[in-house]
């Protein structure tokens, strides 16, 4: 409600509490009021009483704040909780396969020292029939791997995959990235007794590798 109602309410019900408490006292006594008197309790005491009912309202007020601003320097508003701390992230172990070095070290001091050149494929062309710009692994057609490949699919039921020459030339990189990885495992991680750590290998393929490629190349880097 806004305050000019409030005020304005406060304001007839003082003066018709004044003035109605008047009529019936000046009938109850049979009295005819004076002007002194008409002065007085219609004008004089309304007035008063709202003024007493002002400044009891400041006063109440201004006793409030003290205890106010009390409470709040004896309370503080609670911190925030700091924020979880993010696991540190530990790498054991790391392997490339790369024209430009044959480790992580070798690779990034390529790529500083702006050696890791990419030169014109001598096979591969765009869909325009031209080369395209290739930094091409020279173990990346192993045709031996790749028979290992198929027979170990044909041997345990998957002879009906089929992967293309793109595939083929991650597949067989990373055969080689997942045997180093292995072997650093079981250097760094492995018991002097009891059973070994339970590793996960989860490989990140291209979006266009269907499912059953997905999970023969999946098998056969975990075998």
Not at 17 to 40: E, H, K
Not at 141 to 165: C, S
Not at 183 to 205: E, K, Q, R, V
């Amino acid at each position: 409600m806004p305050r000019w109602i409030k005020g304005s309410l406060m304001l007839t019900l003082v003066f018709g509490a004044c003035w109605g408490g008047a009529v019936w006292y000046w009938r109850a006594t049979n009295r005819m009021p004076g002007g002194g008197d008409l002065l007085m309790l219609m004008l004089v005491l309304p007035l008063a009483l709202l003024l007493a009912l002002w400044l009891g309202r400041k006063l109440i007020a201004a006793s409030a704040l003290p205890a106010v601003a009390a409470a709040q320097t004896e309370a503080p508003a609670a911190a925030p909780p700091p924020p979880p701390a993010a696991p540190p992230l530990a790498i054991i172990s790391a392997a490339v396969r790369a024209p430009h070095g044959a480790s992580p070290e070798e690779l990034a001091a390529a790529i500083a020292d702006h050696k890791a050149r990419t030169d014109l494929d001598p096979a591969l062309v765009d869909a325009d029939g031209f080369p395209v710009m290739t930094a091409r692994h020279p173990e990346a057609d192993d045709p031996v791997l790749r028979h290992d490949i198929d027979a170990w699919l044909a041997a345990n039921g998957m002879a009906a995959v089929r992967f293309d020459e793109q595939q083929w030339r991650a597949l067989t990189l990373a055969t080689g990235v997942a045997a180093d990885l292995a072997g650093d495992a079981a250097a760094t991680l492995l018991p002097a007794s009891g059973a070994p750590p339970l590793l996960h290998l989860m490989p990140i393929l291209p979006a266009e590798w269907q499912i059953p490629q997905r999970q023969a190349a999946g098998l056969w880097l975990r075998h």
